[in-house]
């Protein structure tokens, strides 16, 4: 137990570092509003007699974020995927994702941006509350990108979020203190100046949680995302988000 804690507080650490700009001057902040619904749910019902279908899983997640002051489209986001659960606590999963961009990501042309995903999620309950990992592979192309970066320009990304919702009984038993953190690296230079190899971003996370009843969990709170910009004319991005998540487990 006190191994994982460790491992916790040393990734959280490792996102605060990451977070942190080296100079006001260099960084673009930015007031957002973000949405998000995922649903989990397995195969099951097709034939409630078959244990075995119930390791199929399917993921349906929905975004939209809003930008500027959180007043315009910034982005939004589909990402469908089919899993399987190798175990009772982890789960393999492929998907594809759909996310129109434009500005403050984009410049003054927006774009469609499309990826592939592989991950694996692990989660287990423990007595200081539910730990969570997600390590996320992505190979991510562009459409209407200015300048076009060609048609084989994939950009290969990994991404790990770590997450830990604490219960805090004795105010209500359906209510949890969320903190997490999720380091995204470019492990590709697939559009110079736009991404490049090593470190693109950092995601902060920080809220409460409310268990609605046994399928829907709410989460709301505040997000620090940080971009880095190297070798480009445009500079680092910070982003202060409001986010509202509802997820759905059948």
Do not use: C
């Not at 650490?13 to 397995?42: H, M």
């Not at 219960?167 to 038993?173: N, Y």
């Amino acid at each position: 137990m006190f191994k994982k804690i460790n491992i916790f507080i040393l990734w959280a650490a490792l996102g605060l570092i990451f977070s942190r700009p080296v100079a006001a001057e260099f960084i673009a902040d930015d007031f957002q509003v973000w949405g998000n619904v995922t649903a989990l749910g397995n195969f099951g019902a097709i034939n409630p007699s078959n244990p075995e279908l119930k390791k199929f899983r399917w993921w349906l997640e929905g975004q939209g974020r809003f930008g500027n002051d959180a007043t315009q489209f910034t982005q939004s986001l589909i990402r469908p995927g089919l899993g399987y659960a190798i175990t009772d606590k982890m789960v393999a999963w492929v998907g594809y994702a759909w996310a129109p961009t434009a500005e403050p990501l984009a410049t003054k042309h927006p774009f469609d941006e499309h990826r592939l995903w592989e991950q694996v999620t692990w989660a287990d309950n423990f007595p200081f509350g539910r730990l969570t990992w997600r390590s996320r592979f992505e190979q991510r192309w562009f459409d209407h990108m200015v300048p076009d970066p060609g048609p084989n320009a994939v950009a290969h990304r990994f991404r790990q979020l770590i997450k830990l919702a604490v219960p805090l009984p004795a105010i209500d038993p359906n209510l949890s203190f969320i903190i997490q953190d999720e380091l995204f690296i470019n492990m590709t230079t697939a559009h110079p100046g736009w991404i490049t190899q090593g470190f693109d971003q950092n995601r902060g996370f920080v809220g409460l949680g409310y268990k609605v009843n046994q399928y829907a969990t709410v989460e709301l709170g505040y997000m620090n995302q940080l971009i880095n910009r190297p070798h480009s004319a445009r500079p680092d991005q910070m982003m202060h988000i409001l986010g509202a998540n509802l997820f759905l487990n059948f």
